[in-house]
């Protein structure tokens, strides 16, 4: 198992929310099941950035599935890396693809997806995926249970 230190984690200290993405720290702990082949699914349906043309808020869903290998990321960093976004200004694409890029530069997992399930803006939504390959074979991956958007229709 790889070694870290515990005490440089945020989780269980006060955590103020970074004022942007590149500001935020991903904390990642050593996965005691590294032998075994498994998904791990983070959802934030509340995900929020700016556009950065108009400022105006953009808001997603996003899903993020991945299989580590020997690190897990810990959820409290990972919850206020996500926050550093609501007053950063990127379009859609460039959120999602940032985010899975970021925790798989951290983690080094043996696959990872992220779903951008963004709302309509302009009357057009946006959905935006990213993975690092195919999924290893063996791998369980459930439907990430988000429908495509529908209006009235």
């Known amino acids: 198992m790889p070694s870290f230190d515990p005490s440089t984690l945020q989780l269980g200290s006060e955590s103020k929310i970074p004022s942007s993405p590149e500001e935020a720290r991903l904390d990642r702990v050593p996965n005691p099941q590294a032998d075994t082949l498994y998904l791990a699914r983070f959802t934030c349906p509340e995900?929020?950035?700016?556009?950065?043309?108009?400022?105006?808020?953009?808001?997603?869903?996003?899903?993020?599935?991945?299989?580590?290998?020997?690190?897990?990321v810990e959820s409290k960093s990972?919850?206020?890396?996500?926050?550093?976004?609501?007053?950063?200004?990127?379009?859609?694409?460039?959120?999602?693809?940032?985010?899975?890029?970021?925790?798989?530069?951290l983690l080094e997992p043996r696959w990872l997806r992220i779903g951008g399930y963004w709302y309509p803006r302009g009357g057009i939504p946006i959905d935006v995926f990213w993975q690092t390959g195919k999924p290893p074979e063996e791998l369980w991956l459930p439907d990430q249970g988000v429908p495509s958007y529908r209006g009235r229709g």
Do not use: M
């Open 47 to 72: 995900f929020t950035s700016l556009c950065p043309v108009t400022g105006q808020p953009d808001f997603a869903h996003l899903v993020i599935d991945y299989a580590p290998k020997d690190w897990l």
């Open 78 to 105: 990972l919850k206020l890396y996500l926050t550093s976004f609501r007053n950063h200004g990127a379009f859609h694409e460039d959120c999602t693809v940032a985010v899975g890029r970021r925790l798989v530069d």
